[in-house]
């Protein structure tokens, strides 16, 4: 069974192009019974996303990217504790001088109870999430290490910010944007 962990829907602002709900039709169009919403630093989607998923009769799985200083991290609940330790996270970023800055290791570790994480800087994470971290394998050639399991997993973690090829066009406008501010 295939499905996406890390899609990013409109409410992560230049990085994703569909509602919370598209994204689940998308989903159920192509036969996956879960899907994770984790859009940037934002649980704003989460309702949508919950009510569009038991609609469709697909597992919502409620998570968040969160910019650290070596790349993003992605966090999931893993339980109702989980999710309020989401939503203080998400607070606790966005409220700070410059929500955009990357997120402390010290500000992250004390939101951790009940979450799971994935990153492809896993070193730093481990005391955060002991025994609840998961590396994101996107290229075999970033995971040498991991060779033969590599080549195996390399297509199982995408991240996504579109749902139809007619938008291919629109996100590339979305990305020049990005790149030249």
Not at 90 to 99: H, K, M, T, W
Not at 159 to 178: C, K, Q, Y
Request: proline letters at 4%.
């Amino acid at each position: 069974m295939f499905i996406h962990l890390t899609t990013h829907s409109a409410f992560s602002l230049q990085e994703g192009l569909a509602t919370p709900a598209e994204l689940v039709q998308a989903a159920q169009a192509n036969g996956m019974t879960a899907l994770g919403l984790t859009d940037h630093n934002l649980l704003t989607g989460v309702i949508e996303f919950v009510i569009a998923s038991k609609a469709a009769n697909i597992q919502p799985i409620i998570g968040l990217e969160v910019s650290l200083n070596d790349g993003p991290v992605m966090v999931f609940a893993t339980s109702l504790e989980g999710w309020s330790c989401l939503c203080r996270l998400s607070s606790a970023i966005n409220l700070r001088e410059d929500p955009e800055a990357p997120c402390s290791l010290d500000m992250l570790a004390s939101y951790s109870r009940d979450l799971i994480a994935i990153s492809k800087q896993p070193e730093q994470l481990k005391e955060i999430f002991p025994g609840r971290l998961y590396v994101n394998l996107q290229h075999p050639d970033e995971a040498q290490f991991l060779s033969k399991v590599a080549h195996q997993l390399q297509n199982k973690i995408n991240r996504v910010v579109f749902v139809r090829n007619v938008l291919v066009e629109v996100f590339g406008i979305l990305l020049a944007m990005v790149l030249a501010a």
